[in-house]
């Protein structure tokens, strides 16, 4: 087979494979490995289908999760700094809680006004505004952050660094952290290609410091051409997300999730539903996330906000669960939290039903696929890990070991849902994990205590430590 390289695609293909890149933090080059990995892989089960754009539309939320990390932005001055606006949205897409700092330079490209109001806490200016240093400090800035992230990081910025200055805010942060530093360099061609910089960026990364971009393209100035671009929002975020996931305990892992109910329509107007909230599904994903895996959570129709750092897709039947399940395979493991209808209607009614003197419907019912026994039961492209839900109210851990064994799946999460116990639509869960070695009885807890702790099974199994 002729060998075929990056550089050889043209320019559209290569702008898509550097954003899904991007996307999932790795090098352009990784993710050709991936995608021909994936489509060997999937030969045999539809992977024209993944291909194919989801039934419902994805999107990330902009909600800072509580315990998301904290990243420090440092806005250098240069034109790309309008870009740095976006960057902290894509950034808490991710659940990260931000904290800006603006140098003097950056305030005539963007207001600590508007980046106050994308970050919720005022933006930090000046090394010698007593409110900061009485308030935080640059020590405590430097050091409350989990990763510092300079964009656009610009010559003057790049040579301060290197140089140890520390005469304005920015400069002293940088001086005083001990945590990772990641720079978007953003400059003209010329000042990218000068000597000094490429001695100060040697000098940057024999520190420690990661660099993504620049990248080549237009610059600001008309006519102007050549690599100095500062890298985009959504690459800049990818490179932070994976320096943030190295050591987390699901890095690298992906995870899919299902939540919520489903609603199967009988006419325009009605559906069959049932109680669940989807709080165990979303708190089970948004864990995930934390814990640095990829995650993917098909959510049914619920009334939460999504899950920070989590690619959603909304679906509302069991029919579009199942085919949004079988579209984001392959995973490493797969979490079915949601009360999937057994049933829907056989036939939906493409108008509404009408009330009729002495004439009441009949609803003939017909049963929805498996999801769960489905996924577990694959000879290919099975997740190494299939965990199902079992709502029960009555023996409730004999009942969940029969369904284990009949779903196919490796766990069982049993829950007691009678009326008594609260669970549907409740905060707190007492569950018992059924596994082939056993059955272990957690107390009662919130359920995001429950996601977390089941997380934490999930990880130790998938590295081998655990059953
Ligand atoms: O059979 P039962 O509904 O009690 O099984 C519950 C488990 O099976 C849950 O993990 C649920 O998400 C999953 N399930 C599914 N597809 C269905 C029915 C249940 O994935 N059609």
Not at 70 to 92: F, P, T, V
Not at 158 to 169: I, S, V, Y
Not at 174 to 191: E, G, S, Y
Request: hydrophobic content about 45%; some cysteine; overall charge neutral.
């Amino acid at each position: 087979m002729a060998s075929l390289t990056v550089r050889q695609l043209d320019d559209t293909l290569k702008k898509l494979l550097r954003l899904r890149a991007a996307r999932h933090g790795r090098s352009m080059e990784d993710e050709v490995r991936v995608i021909l990995r994936e489509a060997a892989a999937e030969t045999d089960h539809g992977a024209a289908d993944r291909f194919a754009p989801s039934a419902a539309p994805k999107h990330k939320t902009a909600t800072p999760s509580e315990d998301g990390p904290r990243i420090l932005l440092i806005i250098g001055g240069g034109i790309a700094a309008y870009k740095s606006l976006d960057l902290i949205r894509r950034l808490q897409e991710r659940g990260a809680r931000l904290r800006c700092i603006l140098t003097p330079a950056a305030q005539h490209f963007v207001t600590p006004l508007a980046v106050g109001a994308l970050t919720g806490e005022r933006a930090f200016i000046d090394l010698f505004d007593p409110q900061s240093e009485f308030d935080v400090g640059h020590i405590r800035l430097a050091r409350d952050a989990d990763l510092i992230v300079v964009a656009p990081a610009t010559a003057d910025l790049l040579a301060k660094m290197a140089g140890g200055h520390a005469d304005d805010l920015a400069t002293a942060v940088l001086l005083a952290t001990d945590q990772p530093i990641l720079i978007a360099p953003a400059m003209n061609p010329r000042m990218w290609a000068a000597k000094a910089t490429a001695r100060n960026l040697a000098q940057l990364t024999a520190d420690g410091v990661r660099v993504v971009g620049p990248n080549a393209g237009e610059m600001a100035e008309p006519g102007e051409a050549g690599l100095g671009r500062m890298a985009e929002p959504l690459e800049i975020a990818a490179a932070a997300e994976s320096i943030l996931r190295r050591g987390a305990a699901l890095a690298g892992k992906r995870i899919i999730v299902t939540s919520g109910p489903t609603h199967e329509p009988i006419d325009p107007v009605r559906y069959i539903a049932n109680r669940s909230s989807g709080k165990q599904g979303h708190a089970i994903a948004a864990a995930a996330a934390a814990a640095g895996a990829d995650v993917v959570v098909v959510s049914g129709p619920v009334n939460l906000p999504d899950p920070p750092g989590v690619d959603v897709v909304k679906v509302e039947t069991a029919r579009q669960m199942f085919d949004a399940v079988e579209a984001a395979l392959p995973a490493d493991a797969a979490v079915f939290a949601a009360a999937v209808a057994d049933w829907r209607s056989e036939s939906e009614s493409a108008s509404k039903i009408k009330k009729q003197p002495e004439r009441t419907p009949t609803l003939k019912l017909t049963e929805n696929p498996d999801i769960l026994s489905s996924v577990a039961h694959r000879t290919s492209g099975r997740p190494r890990l299939v965990v199902g839900f079992a709502a029960e109210t009555d023996d409730v851990i004999a009942n969940a070991r029969a369904k284990r064994m009949k779903k196919g799946c490796d766990w069982i999460v049993a829950n007691d849902v009678s009326a008594e116990s609260g669970v549907m639509g409740g905060d707190m869960n007492t569950v018992h994990l059924v596994t082939a070695s056993g059955v272990e009885s957690w107390p009662p807890q919130a359920k995001d205590q429950v996601a977390r702790r089941l997380i934490e099974c999930i990880a130790a199994t998938l590295d081998g430590t655990k059953r």
